[in-house]
């Protein structure tokens, strides 16, 4: 079992294939689903929450955990996080991101909501589309900080790209306020994204 349990991707593989019978046994309960608009909405929010989750989780690691405690850590045992550690933590931060936002605009246009929700509703009376809309627009301006600022940045922290030592300093600087500013926002997002589905 511990064999299992050391492997991620057989641990992975493994939580797909029960999704899957899950959906299955779900999808009889019911008499089976038609594959229509309504379930490709359905597919697609699934895998927006599942990007969403990856990527505000990464979020609040590097700002609850990863940054707070690198003072911390000795200057010997440094380059595991930088060189190992935070690399591999932004692959995935920036990719779900990406996903995030590409499987969030794919449902809102499954719904026909996106015009409303990105113009906020102005046209079409706001409520639930003012609140989508929103948090839309708050997720979009997180990934532009993901993709221009923090992403770039950390490429010149971490060495991935060279610039000189002075440079450095003023890179993390720059992420930081871009990261912390993704974490001031985040709660606003989820807020509108939340109420969006339940209030209205």
Not at 41 to 58: D, P, Q, T
Not at 75 to 80: F, H, I, V
């Amino acid at each position: 079992m511990s064999n299992f349990f050391n492997s991620l991707s057989k641990v992975v593989h493994t939580s797909i294939l029960i999704a899957v019978i899950l959906f299955i046994f779900l999808s009889f309960e019911v008499g089976g689903f038609d594959i229509d608009v309504l379930f490709w909405s359905w597919l697609f929010r699934y895998f927006h929450v599942v990007a969403g989750i990856m990527w505000i989780g990464l979020l609040w690691y590097f700002n609850f955990v990863q940054v707070p405690n690198m003072s911390k850590i000795t200057d010997e045992q440094k380059p595991a996080i930088t060189k190992v550690i935070a690399p591999a933590a932004l692959f995935w931060f920036r990719w779900a991101a990406f996903a995030t936002i590409v499987t969030g605009l794919i449902v809102a246009h499954l719904n026909g909501y996106l015009h409303d929700a990105m113009t906020l509703g102005v046209m079409s009376g706001g409520g639930k589309n003012t609140s989508i809309g929103i948090g839309m627009w708050l997720g979009i301006i997180m990934a532009f900080n993901v993709w221009f600022i923090i992403w770039p940045n950390q490429k010149k922290v971490l060495g991935i790209v060279e610039v000189s030592p002075e440079e450095k300093p003023i890179a993390a600087k720059k992420a930081l306020i871009a990261s912390r500013t993704n974490t001031l926002l985040s709660l606003p997002m989820l807020l509108t994204m939340v109420a969006a589905q339940n209030l209205y």
